[in-house]
């Protein structure tokens, strides 16, 4: 009987590499990425979406707010607040405000909450021409908080002459006039020797530079601007102050601030009183005894919020806000030293 000897035992291999393990690492990581480039593709779209949607409307309009009455009252007094300096973007946002109650049928009446020691002149006579059309459609009445001097007085003559003027006790108003911020640095230049040889095609090019003094022609030709601006600040003050003469006018037109005593006893304002005073007035004036007091408000786009942290550290814009910082700008303000950049 023969033998069969046993099969020869299997040579010791080494276990195989964990290809499996592997490769469902690398079908993580390739997940991970894919997740990350759908994120950062929906950013982008969102970013392109909202781009699209500021390039195609005319911005965001204001939200309306309930602020006192009657809830369920189907008439409205609106509220518009004008506060800090009259300038952009704001400037912006007190129209498409003044729009809104212009166009809502509903709002009976208007009253303007003036905050601001004014701003710049092509800005205060904006908001000033769409509260006169207004106040030919709804009454307005104003009330002045804290100050509504220069531009913010000049404002509130868009209410008209069927306006009642409220100012608190601690208002300040009045400032009427106009400054265009200059400040001569030729001195400060020569000391540290520093010559300023501007290029320029005429007389009168860089009239304003901070690096030399004005001449006689320079003050001429600023003068007869500065006149235009202030004769029409006094001029929307005749037309919507009728108990005002221009004499009178004229006389409270120093560029002097006034108490709210004082602005009362000049004729500058009606009443001292605050802004639930106000409403209670222009409610008896339109008739209502139930009434729903709103207000407007602006959110910041997306967008903006995205952006304006970046764009502020960017070289160029902080270039771009000193080269604005020079441009010659008439002010309706009540301030030594208007127009400094904010860096």
């Not at 079908?27 to 950013?43: I, Y």
């Amino acid at each position: 009987m023969s033998h069969t000897p046993p099969p020869p035992a299997p040579a010791h291999r080494p276990p195989p590499p964990p290809q499996i393990v592997i490769r469902q690492q690398g079908r993580s990581l390739f997940t991970r990425l894919l997740f990350l480039l759908l994120l950062v593709s929906m950013v982008v779209n969102v970013g392109m979406y909202l781009s699209y949607q500021e390039y195609f409307t005319s911005g965001m309009e204001p939200i309306e707010r309930f602020q006192s009455g009657d809830r369920l009252a189907a008439d409205k007094i609106a509220v518009i607040n004008v506060s800090g300096t009259i300038m952009p973007p704001f400037t912006e946002r007190i129209l498409k405000a003044i729009r809104q109650a212009r166009k809502d049928e509903k709002v009976r009446g208007v009253i303007l909450a003036i905050d601001s020691p004014g701003g710049l002149v092509a800005d205060s006579h904006q908001i000033y021409h769409r509260l006169k059309q207004l106040s030919e459609q709804k009454p307005i009445f104003v009330v002045m908080k804290r100050i509504a001097a220069s531009g913010g007085y000049y404002i509130a003559m868009g209410a008209g002459t069927g306006t009642k003027i409220f100012a608190e006790p601690t208002t300040w108003t009045g400032s009427i006039g106009v400054i265009i911020p200059h400040y001569d640095l030729s001195g400060l230049a020569e000391s540290w020797k520093v010559k300023v040889q501007p290029l320029k095609t005429g007389e009168f090019k860089d009239s304003l530079s901070p690096f030399r003094p004005l001449t006689e022609r320079d003050r001429a030709v600023w003068d007869a601007i500065l006149d235009d601006a202030f004769q029409k600040f006094l001029g929307v003050i005749a037309e919507n102050r009728p108990k005002l003469d221009a004499a009178a006018i004229k006389k409270l037109a120093t560029g002097q601030v006034y108490t709210a005593d004082q602005a009362l006893a000049n004729g500058l304002v009606d009443v001292l009183g605050y802004e639930d005073d106000a409403i209670n007035e222009l409610k008896k004036k339109l008739g209502l005894e139930e009434v729903r007091i709103v207000r407007y408000e602006f959110k910041p786009a997306l967008i903006d919020l995205l952006t304006a942290s970046v764009e502020a550290k960017q070289p160029q814009t902080r270039w771009r806000a000193m080269l604005e910082s020079t441009v010659p700008r008439a002010m309706y303000y009540c301030s030594w030293a208007p127009g400094l950049p904010n860096w």
